[in-house]
């Protein structure tokens, strides 16, 4: 695999599973990337590995086996130990993934915050284990900087 293909796959799947977009969108843009910065073969290539995956993530999401269906992934159907999230800095109050979370542990995350404890800087990180109120037994939380940054 060519590393610019490589890298469009793993965008991809960061946008479907961690930004929690929507699967036919993702793999559209991934798509249309290819075509620009990859080889000649590059578009058919990843539209094949990126609706494989979608596909396989569908059949194992309970409620989620219609192939039509593209919805976006919810801490409530993951199946899996270790749950991975992202915050803001400037992200207050937290929304997405982690505000579900946040919410879910009675402000918990909130409260780390306001007291400085987690700032949501570049890379910061914090795991949490036996959140009772979600699936995922341990939740990794990662700070991504200001999100102007990463616009």
């Known amino acids: 695999m060519a590393i610019v293909d490589r890298n469009i796959c793993v965008l991809a799947v960061y ?3 961690i930004l929690l977009k929507y699967n036919y969108v993702t793999i559209n843009e991934a798509i249309e990337i290819s075509k620009t910065f990859g080889s000649n073969e590059s578009g058919a290539f990843i539209n094949g590995i990126l609706d494989k995956i979608a596909v396989t993530a569908r059949e194992k999401i309970p409620g989620k086996q219609d192939k039509n269906q593209d919805q976006p ?14 915050y803001f800095q400037d992200e207050k109050p937290l929304e997405r993934s982690s505000g579900l979370i946040d919410w879910r542990s009675n402000g918990y995350l ?21 959140f009772n109120k979600v699936k995922p037994e341990k939740i990794l939380m990662i700070g991504l900087g200001k999100s102007l940054i990463m616009s």
């Open 15 to 17: 946008e479907m599973f």
């Open 73 to 86: 992934w919810s801490i409530d159907t993951v199946c899996c130990d270790t749950a991975v999230i992202s």
């Open 110 to 130: 909130s409260r780390l915050l306001i007291s400085n404890k987690i700032q949501g800087e570049f890379a910061e990180t914090l795991l949490y284990i036996r």
